[in-house]
């Protein structure tokens, strides 16, 4: 298989380059008034899907978002109640080219969506960010005002979303606040792991039963200020703060055995993990006459991370301890992201350049099985890019090139390298509704906090989780061929893939000489490939919303090749399904999914399962909500080590507390005249919080 993928490579790399003219831009307000009002219609670009929306869809919608629901990649992921890609993976929504919120995205009203690009290549400023990028364009801004709110809740067990937000816009100026609020709180979740392994000539398993309390709460804040001048330039100052706080509390059993004898074990893990993160993101943006654009954004974060475990394991009949984990670990972190930009339209096609540097640093102070350290860490990554698109006639192209520096600092080494960063995408309409494109791009991936943490945590007895502070980038080289066609019934796409990633960054146990045991760590890999063909799209057989059949199914084959040279190999069929049905203001919706084994380091994990169903009723503003997740199910996760692991291991873990759990919520919106949106061209945020 893997020679067919590249010689389809070699052939589609040979078509020629052309020159196209990018429609960015809006188009005018007549032309854009009779595409909405005649029907709704999807064109294919190189590195996109336009859609527009007929008049029923827009009378049927609420806000925005439900008109996102219908394009054939995208669904409601009804635990978080947020838009993601049907196909996995990160999802960056975009209102006017500026970073949107879920929320922001409610406060659009249907009729002034003028269209909305999907990105499923996205552009060089996203390509680091995002899998996919949605971009939903809207009419031009006036003085006027929105506002909403909604919550959910399961009747019997801690599951809360909430969210409010208001925008207000006058003249010039824009004015916005959000809140949004996740709560989970299960009391009965259950954990069943197993390690089997040799030491020390000696044969030991450990058969773990737990039950634990365990529960989150996410808080986001947010107040946005915006002054905007047409055809002159764009400010935007954005303020917000994200809060989060989390539990465990845990008790079991453990069955351990030595050879031929057997130990009756009990066992205890409390943990907690908390910040607050304020952010402040600057934006600015001018036009240099007619065909040029200057862009620059600065994010800026400061906050501190506490995180906590205590666990203990003992023998029941003399109370002897078997191990004793208190760690404990203040994080204070701070991130700065800068960006600047520089568009120049041609006649013919557009060219984009940039530079953006990222750095995030982490003074540590850190008490676990090692003893007490202090230490700090530094992540530094710069890149350069520009890019050129174009089109002649049914060719279209874009070309882009970019070097990518790395410099990680970690407590006990240095990684600095720079890396050339090319992509090609090249795209031929087959004829109006098909189109055949290609895409190559090589980038590296830098480790993350966790992987290059110095940290030590007791896992079970003889068994310890650190990181590896000496890994170095992964560099990852990926090709797709994707065949694109759609009607009044289908919108489907075929994509065949080849992904080659060398040095990957591999999770695996090693023996532990210094605590005794095995060390549950990471390393580089030799090499990992990921190769199949992934199907995707939508099905409507009355041409309408009364019935959508919606259908993600990817056969595909993962292999790793370790440090030590032994091959690791996965197949699977990764698979998404849903139903929906749309009548007048009522619409149902059933998601299911089958589990599959992926490879994760050193494990083969199941991905969650889903069995959900949801319903909703419009009634004027408001929005009446029920549902049932996980029908006659808990929510399951399965772990289980490789053949080739020194311990084998496995885990299954279940939240009894989803089993068919029942949901309530109401919404209401509520706007008058359209707010001024941004099309703003640089959208950065700094690194997530580090707890390992």
């Given at each position: 298989m893997k020679k067919t993928i590249f010689s389809i490579l070699l052939l589609c790399s040979a078509i020629a380059f052309a020159q196209e003219k990018k429609?960015?831009?809006?188009?005018?307000?007549?032309?854009?008034?009779?595409?909405?009002?005649?029907?709704?219609?999807?064109?294919?670009?190189?590195?996109?899907?336009?859609?527009?929306?007929?008049?029923?869809?827009?009378?049927?919608?609420?806000?925005?978002?439900?008109?996102?629901?219908?394009?054939?990649?995208?669904?409601?992921?009804?635990?978080?109640?947020?838009?993601?890609?049907?196909?996995?993976?990160?999802?960056l929504f975009l209102i006017n080219g500026i970073e949107a919120s879920d929320m922001q995205i409610r406060s659009i009203q249907p009729a002034n969506v003028v269209k909305v690009e999907y990105y499923d290549i996205p552009p060089a400023r996203w390509a680091n960010r995002a899998d996919i990028v949605v971009n939903v364009i809207t009419r031009n801004p006036e003085t006027g005002y929105v506002y909403g709110a909604d919550v959910s809740s399961a009747l019997n067990t801690g599951f809360v979303n909430g969210s409010a937000y208001a925008n207000y816009t006058k003249g010039k100026n824009d004015f916005g606040a959000e809140y949004s609020i996740n709560l989970r709180d299960y009391d009965n979740r259950t954990v069943k792991s197993i390690y089997d392994y040799q030491l020390n000539n000696s044969h030991y398993r450990?058969?773990?039963?737990?039950?634990?309390?365990?529960?989150?709460?996410?808080?986001?804040?947010?107040?946005?200020?915006?002054?905007?001048?047409?055809?002159?330039?764009?400010?935007?100052?954005k303020l917000n703060v994200d809060l989060f706080t989390s539990f465990v509390k845990g008790n079991g059993q453990s069955a351990f055995y030595k050879d031929n004898t057997v130990e009756e074990h009990s066992m205890f893990k409390n943990g907690n993990s908390d910040y607050t993160k304020p952010t402040l993101d600057l934006y600015f943006s001018k036009n240099l006459g007619?065909?040029?654009?200057?862009?620059?954004?600065?994010?800026?974060?400061?906050?501190?991370?506490?995180?906590?475990?205590?666990?203990?394991?003992?023998?029941?009949?003399?109370?002897?301890?078997?191990?004793?984990?208190?760690?404990?670990?203040?994080?204070?972190?701070?991130?700065?992201?800068?960006?600047?930009?520089?568009?120049?339209?041609?006649?013919?096609?557009?060219?984009?350049?940039?530079?953006?540097?990222?750095?995030?640093?982490?003074?540590?102070?850190?008490?676990?099985?090692?003893?007490?350290?202090?230490?700090?860490?530094?992540?530094?990554?710069?890149?350069?890019?520009?890019?050129?698109?174009?089109?002649?006639?049914k060719?279209?192209?874009?070309i882009g090139a970019g070097l990518t520096n790395i410099h990680n600092k970690s407590a006990e080494n240095v990684d600095d390298e720079w890396t050339f960063t090319p992509k090609v995408i090249l795209s031929y309409t087959l004829k109006n509704n098909q189109n055949l494109r290609f895409t190559s791009s090589y980038k590296p991936q830098s480790p993350g906090s966790s992987a290059l943490s110095s940290n030590v945590v007791q896992m079970a007895p003889n068994i310890v989780q650190k990181g590896n502070p000496y890994l170095k980038s992964a560099q990852r080289w990926g090709n797709n061929l994707i065949y694109s066609y759609n009607n009044k019934h289908f919108d489907f796409n075929a994509n065949l893939f080849y992904w080659y990633t060398n040095r990957a960054i591999n999770q695996y146990y090693v023996l532990e000489n210094t605590l005794g045991g095995y060390a549950l760590t990471y390393e580089n890999a030799k090499n990992s490939q990921q190769y199949g063909v992934q199907l995707s799209g939508s099905y409507k057989p009355f041409e309408s919303s009364l019935l959508v059949?919606?259908?993600?199914?990817?056969?595909?084959?993962?292999?790793?090749?370790?440090?030590?040279?032994?091959?690791?190999?996965?197949?699977?069929?990764?698979?998404?399904?849903?139903?929906?049905?749309?009548?007048?203001?009522?619409?149902?919706?059933?998601?299911?999914?089958?589990?599959?084994?992926?490879?994760?380091?050193?494990?083969?994990?199941?991905?969650?399962?889903?069995?959900?169903?949801?319903?909703?009723?419009?009634?004027?503003?408001?929005?009446?909500?029920?549902?049932?997740?996980?029908?006659?199910?808990?929510?399951?996760?399965?772990?289980?080590?490789?053949?080739?692991?020194?311990?084998?291991?496995?885990?299954?873990?279940?939240i009894w507390n989803n089993?068919?759990?029942?949901?309530?919520?109401?919404?209401?919106?509520?706007?008058?005249?359209?707010?001024?949106n941004l099309d703003r061209k640089l959208n950065n945020s700094t690194a997530p919080a580090a707890t390992f």
């Open positions: 429609t960015d831009t809006l188009e005018k307000t007549k032309e854009i008034q009779e595409i909405i009002l005649k029907s709704q219609k999807k064109k294919q670009f190189a590195d996109r899907a336009v859609y527009t929306f007929d008049k029923e869809a827009l009378e049927k919608a609420r806000y925005a978002k439900d008109l996102l629901r219908t394009l054939p990649e995208l669904q409601l992921d009804p635990i978080s109640n947020t838009l993601k890609s049907t196909k996995g993976g990160t999802s450990s058969e773990e039963d737990k039950k634990d309390h365990f529960g989150y709460t996410s808080q986001y804040i947010a107040l946005r200020y915006t002054r905007l001048v047409q055809d002159n330039y764009a400010f935007q100052a007619k065909k040029d654009e200057l862009s620059f954004n600065i994010v800026g974060s400061y906050f501190t991370t506490n995180t906590s475990e205590l666990a203990k394991e003992w023998i029941n009949t003399n109370n002897t301890s078997v191990y004793d984990n208190d760690m404990n670990l203040k994080a204070k972190q701070s991130g700065i992201v800068g960006e600047l930009a520089h568009i120049h339209s041609f006649e013919k096609g557009k060219l984009s350049s940039g530079y953006r540097v990222s750095n995030t640093s982490i003074s540590n102070d850190l008490q676990n099985l090692s003893g007490f350290s202090e230490y700090e860490v530094n992540y530094l990554e710069q890149y350069f890019y520009t890019e050129y698109s174009g089109k002649k006639d060719f279209s192209y874009r059949l919606k259908a993600v199914i990817s056969p595909a084959s993962e292999t790793v090749r370790t440090s030590k040279g032994e091959l690791i190999k996965n197949d699977y069929i990764g698979n998404n399904f849903g139903i929906s049905s749309e009548y007048k203001s009522f619409s149902i919706e059933y998601q299911f999914n089958i589990p599959i084994y992926t490879l994760d380091g050193a494990f083969l994990r199941t991905n969650e399962n889903a069995n959900h169903v949801f319903a909703n009723y419009k009634l004027k503003n408001w929005t009446f909500c029920t549902g049932m997740y996980w029908l006659g199910m808990p929510s399951d996760y399965k772990t289980k080590s490789l053949s080739q692991s020194l311990v084998n291991y496995s885990r299954h873990n279940q089993k068919s759990m029942f949901i309530l919520g109401l919404s209401y919106d509520f706007s008058k005249g359209k707010k001024t």
